[in-house]
């Protein structure tokens, strides 16, 4: 530890420390021996001035000797150590380096580090964020420009070419538009701009609208939905319409990764202490252990390919997941290749206060 005195002296308080002990131990055994001797000498004024003297210039000697000891291994040390840095961090002129000073230097070593590497992910990140988006807009531009071109090659006048081309453009711009929409709703999520609408509802009889929503694209795959629950009606207290989409997105994704014969999904509820404990679980193609840390990725895609049976924005999974962060809960996923995939989260279970409340206002 150092201190300026004057803005001049620096004082090492080890050294000063160290010289301290050394000159109270050699006038501890002084004064021992001025005690036990019988020589009148040792007892006189004039022996302890000279006592004090000689402890005082002992005390200074030994502070110098120290401190050079000290700077000596000192200054080998930070040699070696500047020896094996980047020139970029020890210059020429940095030749009066002290411990404090070389960590410092090691400390803005590592925080340029750090911010390399965190602009390197950044711009990777970037990169793919542009590739992916520019991916997913071009399929449906490009169909679109397509069925424009045959209609002005002569395709208008064939009214079944027209009108099945005119509903496939139809199809694109919903596309677009899903895109779009979808991206909007994620940065105004990640802005914080999206207010929830907290109320109280039955997830139970929630769930089972949405099967019906979804049942003639789940016959079209030959696959059944089924809620397995613990009672007939379970409260959570959520927006309503946000945990609509999450169980939309996660149902209508089993839907079409459905690849088997008797594919079925399996939605259970049951009651917690403080929660309500939801799972979608279906027997379709499964995803693979090294894809599972990525799928809530904007547009990753499960697929080598990137191509899916039906088209859609690529950010469901990513709008589920901001969805459950703004009810602060967490989504997790466990998944077998070829086996199947189960989605489990949590929604605060709704006082018994709210539920009566609820049930009288359903009742009235």
Known sequence: ?????????????????????LVTVVGAVVLMFEFYTDDVYFKTQDFNYFLVFTLWFLFILNYFVLEFLFSFYSKNQIRRITNILPEDIIHDYDTDLGFKELGEKMHEMNQKNAEIDLMKEMEDYRKEYIGNVSHELKTPLFSIQGYIETLRDGGVEDLNIRDKYLQRIDSSVERLLNIVKDLDMINRFESGQINLKYSTFDINHLIQEIFDLLEMEAERQSMTMQLQTTQSQLFVFADKQKISQVLINLISNAVKYANREEAQIIVSTREGTKSIHI?????????????????????????SSRNRKEGGSGLGLAIVKHIMEAHKQTITVESVYLSGTKFKFKLGKASIEKIKKNRATFID
């Open 1 to 21: 530890m150092e201190i300026r005195l004057r803005n001049s002296v620096k004082i090492n308080w080890i050294s000063a420390a160290a010289s301290f002990l």
């Open 279 to 303: 799972s979608v679980e279906d027997n379709g193609m499964g995803i693979k252990p090294e894809n599972l840390p990525r799928i809530f990725e904007r547009f990753y895609r499960v697929e």
